[in-house]
């Protein structure tokens, strides 16, 4: 069930886009993939690069908690905000800013001299990646339709798993070529071209103009009052779980983000009972498809990107693995999560919800497989090695839920808020990745002070099975809401 929105001044009000030619439409979204993608990838890249940041840089264990979960933190914050300037003042510039900033952030990391530079570096690409990302999701349902659209949202998908996956291989490659003390700058530098290329394209390829003139009433419209409540109501939730060993204070903060949704559910109620434009509509909650959706997606990032930290943690030091090794074990999984993604893309129209269900089986497939060579490894010398081919079920599974989860959960988002609605879902995906990331490492090494490193990466495994069991039950009810619907009379 659709809603209408309640905007002023945007996509709505404005002359219709001019006509794109496939070819163009094929150059926007090479630009876009190849973007998205590699923000992504900052986030998984600097899994195996950790040990050596830290040994170059001195730092402690909490500056190496902020180097993972300050750019989650920060791209989280800002997501909605900027999916709703940009689908106000203009999806293309917006995306462009957002790289620019990201580009400029990773140069600031690849030469920081310190922890306390690095982290701030990574806190600025986090900006720069809650402003583009948003943007990409707009641009594709903007420009695409019908069964193209879903087979943008599959390439996006591809884009999607395979960054999570290639992120340690590529950081593996590069710690190896340039050493302990370069290699782990590189991580960040390898960004730099990617991301000049992306602007120069971008600014030749990206429809004209690339900012609307602003509208009358912009300030009413950008809702700076609803952005500040809920961008407080975010950083109120992820701090905790951003500072390891958090004090009781950090903790206190969870009833106060509880405290900051609620006013800001009654403030952007109120902005839809006065005829104003709210930062999200939140009658986009009736919609269950987008609802469930982006719970799947949540709880979904909260269990699965805590894998590649856990296996990378896991080769390096429980199995005294290089850098380079550890990230070898996810090339498989990456290529099957890239093919895995178009696949699904393409047949998400016919299939629908039953794609992601069974994506869903597969991780949890993946996990036991996985679980069983570690303890196979530790009490029968089983080589890990066996991990490339266990891991390779959760690439595919990366690729069967994400890919065509993002085109059901926005399939009935008006495109007046197509940027913001998307934004709220990869919201629930920042606070899923980094919630997930701090509780299931934390429970790994509490488990691994009174045991070895076997016992706490399979309690992180199952740790990680029970949420995707949780994302599963809420499929499951989708689907089976789905064929209810299906089964009911018109009017």
Known sequence: MAFSPTSRGTDA????????????????????????????????????????????????????????????????????AAGRAGDILGRGGFFLVGVG??????????????AHWLNAARLAQGIGSGLLNPQGLGMIQQHFRGAERGRAFGLLGTAVGFSVAIGPVLGGVLIQFGGPD????????????????????????????????????LWRALDPVGAVLLALAILAVLWPFMESGGSALAWGLLPVAGALLWLWVRWERRQARLGRSPMVDLRIFRTRSFTNGSLVMALYFLGM???????????????????????????????????????AGRRVGRWGRAIVIWGLVLALAGLAASIAVVVAAQR????????????????????????????LTLEEVPLDYAGSSGAVMQTGQRIGTSVGIAMITAAVFAVLAVSGWPVAVTVGFMLIGLVILAALVVAIRDQRQRTRDRGRPAG
């Open 13 to 80: 009000e404005r002359p219709a886009d001019r006509p794109l030619s496939d070819r163009d439409r094929g150059r926007i979204l090479a630009v876009l993939l190849a973007v998205i993608f590699m923000s992504l990838v900052g986030v998984s890249i600097v899994n195996v690069a950790l040990p050596s940041i830290q040994h170059d840089l001195g730092a402690e264990r909490s500056d190496m908690q902020w180097v993972l979960s300050g750019y989650a933190l920060t791209f989280g914050v800002i997501l909605v």
């Open 101 to 114: 900033v990201f580009t400029a952030a990773s140069v600031a990391a690849g030469l920081a001299p310190d």
């Open 182 to 217: 370069l290699g782990w700058r590189l991580t960040f530098l390898v960004n730099v071209p990617i991301g000049i290329g992306a602007m120069l394209l971008g600014m030749a390829w990206f429809p004209r103009p690339l900012f609307h003139p602003a509208p009358a009433g």
């Open 305 to 343: 990107t805590s894998i590649w930290v856990l296996v990378a943690l896991y080769l390096q030091q429980g199995e005294g693995k290089s850098a380079f090794e550890s990230g070898l074990v996810g090339i498989p999984a990456a290529l099957l999560s890239a093919w895995a993604a178009n696949w």
């Open 380 to 407: 029968h010398g089983l080589s890990v090695w066996w991990l490339l081919v266990t891991l390779s079920l959760i690439g595919l599974a990366q690729g069967a839920v994400i890919s065509p989860n993002q085109t």
